[in-house]
Nanobody, 123 residues
C-alpha cells in the first residue's frame, strides 16, 4: 500500500516562501518520479512540477518556473516543493503524487495521491 503524506502548508504573505514536504511509503521510492499538483477553489487540478526518481531531472509548469523548485531525498523517501515569491494566485491545496516510472504531467496518469496541504497567500 503506497501512502503519501504532505506537510508544510500554511498562511504566508505575498512575496514569502514555503517549503512543502511529501513523505512516501509502500514502494521503492527512488524508482519512481514524483509529481506536485494543486487545486484552487472552483478550479481544476493543475500540474505544478515533477522530478525524476534519481532527482537529476525536473519539469515545471510555466507559471512556476523560476519561483518553485522540486527536490528529493531518497534516503528519507521525501520530496520537497520549495515555493518562493509566492503570489495570491498560488493559493490552493497542494498534492504530491506518484505514478509510473517516467515523469508524468497529467493527473490521471498518477496512481497514488496524498491528502493535500493548504497553502494560502495573502495580498
Amino acid at each position: 500500500q503506497v501512502q503519501l503524506v504532505e506537510s508544510g502548508g500554511g498562511l504566508v504573505q505575498a512575496g514569502g516562501s514555503l517549503r512543502l514536504s511529501c513523505v512516501a511509503s509502500g514502494r521503492t521510492f527512488s524508482t519512481y518520479p514524483m509529481g506536485w499538483f494543486r487545486q484552487a477553489p472552483g478550479k481544476e487540478r493543475e500540474f505544478v512540477g515533477a522530478i525524476s526518481g534519481s532527482g537529476d531531472r525536473t519539469y515545471y509548469a510555466d507559471f512556476v518556473k523560476g519561483r518553485f523548485t522540486i527536490s528529493r531525498d531518497n534516503a528519507k523517501k521525501t520530496v520537497y516543493l520549495q515555493m518562493n515569491s509566492l503570489k495570491p494566485e498560488d493559493t490552493a491545496v497542494y498534492y504530491c503524487a506518484s505514478g509510473g516510472t517516467i515523469i508524468l504531467t497529467r493527473g490521471h496518469e498518477y496512481d497514488y495521491w496524498g491528502q493535500g496541504t493548504q497553502v494560502t497567500v495573502s495580498s
